[in-house]
């Protein structure tokens, strides 16, 4: 289960690796443009922050496997084995509970945009689809936590290495 | 419970969190989802957070982050820094303490266009330690450097720490990386001369001048004179009114890549590891910066900084005497948090208080960075330094220990930009 769940995450790191490729283009191709041909891409600001989001949102997850989200050790170093695990279960259920929070009140705020079909001023983008495509996003976030928790049941402790 | 009382409440509770290893940028979510709920009604706050979330990953001016991070991952895989260093050795390495100075040198060039500090470390400590080790240099000593001259990426720009206080304090993003140019350039300039003054007291650190030719590596010039040149495109094109920092960001990943794979360092895994590499840090730092962002949000609105802004007021103390003591609560919390941490907790409730005092907020971004880059290299958190001591194998204290005539460098560099703010807005002043 939890060698799935990684791989979810990893191919999802895909869409963000790809996506971050794109907008690297997409703005050299917008400064080119209005340097050299006084043509700029309408509405590229609009793609930047949409791009964006699927960066962000689908590389969250990995980088939760990969330890890469800032935590505070000051304390978790000194503690024994069995106190690591149990401050270990504590953050991941509470890390888990919000992520879920953070997954819904998302999903919740695209069936707000479908009702008002709201979209971007120049090229028109609905905001729906990509607010639900950050949501997909999200939930490999949840699933990363999920997998850390079978890891602990596994009988690991979470440490800044990767497991 | 009146609303001062529940923002107290919710900083006790984020410590709480972050004590027991919740990340950052989730405990102070939750503080803020708690402490809007209690401060307004479950639903509103809830409905609020979705919003929230999504209008700062969709923030186009916090583009720049991914875009900077690919720059520096790009020249990094490329194994740039080594060459830079062995050009820079090559120069000067065989006076005495030329090679700690080269060291110095190449740590901030590389660091610089790096934009990761751990990345910029290991690859410079990497080459310039054996190097050291090899002419008889302390290796205490030649860690340490490795490891000092590392940390100036964090002010030079591009910096990703300047980006996230731009972005939580909305100061012009472009205005607080400039700014971070000339603090930079300085106290690199002083570390430099701390080298030689350290050489002064104790002369057995490193060997006198060496007589040995140290051939000058012309070979590496068709590799390193790119770094300048990307460097003066990107952050120049920021500074002559040319591009947006995302823009420069943009060219900057982009000369990167082209020139990385033109001289044949970028081979495919090479460049999939540096895209997710980039993906992961800058998922990271959003997460810190949506915490950052309705923490700060949540702090506003429970009127913590006001009461806090004239409770100062009403002291009727020196503001320069309030600025000293803000900077040495980040010196303090730099030495056992890490410094995007302190950043994004400490900002939102010193930022008001700095600008009621009168102070210019991109001086004042420039300055907690610079105290925070002390943190980088003070136990027992200093990651650059245990970096450094991790790749060079050098045992950590003695690399702790080798570094402190340079930390007492940047505590005296920090205090000349307090005390002559034009350091940092100079340049900023005069841009388009």
Known sequence: MRGKIKKINYYMQYVSGFTLVLLMFLTVADVIMRSFLNQPIGGSYELTSVLLTFIVFYAVGHAQHYRDHVVIDVLYDRLPFRGKRFISYLSSIIYLIITAIMCYVVFFYSQQLIATNATTAILKIPHWPVVVLAAVGLIGYFIAIIADLLFLNEGGILSNDVD | ?432
Not at chain 2, 53 to 68: A, C, E, G, H, M
Not at chain 2, 92 to 117: D, E, L
Not at chain 2, 253 to 281: E, H, Q, T, Y
Request: charged share 10%; proline share 6%.
């Open chain 2, 1 to 432: 419970m009146t609303s001062i009382e529940i923002g107290i409440l919710g900083i006790i509770v984020m410590l709480v969190l972050l004590l027991i290893r919740v990340p950052v940028g989730i405990a102070m979510t939750i503080v803020a989802i708690v402490g809007n709920i209690l401060l307004s009604s479950f639903w509103p706050a809830l409905n609020k957070l979705g919003i929230d979330i999504i209008l700062i990953t969709q923030n186009y001016s916090f583009s720049v982050i991914p875009l900077f991070v690919l720059m520096g991952l790009f020249l990094s895989k490329a194994n740039l820094g080594a060459d830079l260093y062995e050009v820079i050795n090559g120069l000067i390495g065989r006076f005495k303490g030329g090679m700690a100075i080269a060291t110095i040198g190449a740590g901030a060039a590389f660091g610089a266009v790096c934009g990761s500090v751990v990345a910029s470390v290991s690859t410079i400590a990497a080459v310039a330690v054996p190097e050291m080790r090899k002419y008889d240099y302390d290796t205490g000593f030649a860690a340490g450097v490795s490891a000092v001259g590392s940390t100036l990426g964090v002010v030079i720009p591009p910096s990703t720490a300047l980006v996230v206080y731009g972005a939580l304090t909305e100061e012009s993003i472009g205005q607080v990386l400039i700014g971070g140019f000339l603090p930079g350039i300085m106290t690199m300039i002083l570390l430099m001369i701390t080298v030689y003054l350290v050489l002064l007291w104790k002369p057995k650190l490193a060997p006198a001048a060496i007589t040995d030719k140290i051939p000058f590596p012309w070979k590496k010039i068709k590799y390193v004179w790119a770094i300048p040149l990307i460097f003066l495109l990107s952050i120049g094109g920021i500074y002559g009114g040319f591009f947006t920092p995302t823009e420069a960001g943009a060219v900057g990943a982009f000369l990167s890549l082209l020139f990385s794979v033109s001289i044949g360092r970028l081979k495919w895994p090479n460049f999939v590891d540096a895209i997710f590499s980039s993906v992961r840090i800058t998922a990271m730092v959003f997460i810190i910066l949506i915490g950052g962002k309705l923490f700060g949000a949540f702090l506003t609105r429970s009127l913590i900084p006001k009461a806090l802004t004239d409770f100062i007021e009403g002291l009727h103390i020196a503001p320069f005497l309030i600025i000293l003591f803000i900077l040495l609560i980040y010196t303090v919390m730099g030495t056992f948090m890490d410094e995007m941490a302190t950043l994004v907790i400490m900002t939102p409730i010193i930022y008001p208080i700095v600008m009621s005092l009168g102070y210019n907020g991109v001086w004042f971004g420039v300055m907690t960075i610079m105290m925070l880059l002390t943190g980088l290299l003070t136990p027992p958190v200093g990651v650059v330094s245990l970096v450094a001591a991790s790749i060079t194998k050098v045992p950590s204290m003695q690399v702790f220990a080798a570094q402190w005539p340079f930390w007492i460098t940047l505590i005296i560099s920090s205090v000349l930009v307090a005390a002559f703010p034009d350091i940092v807005l100079f340049l900023p002043s005069l841009m388009y």
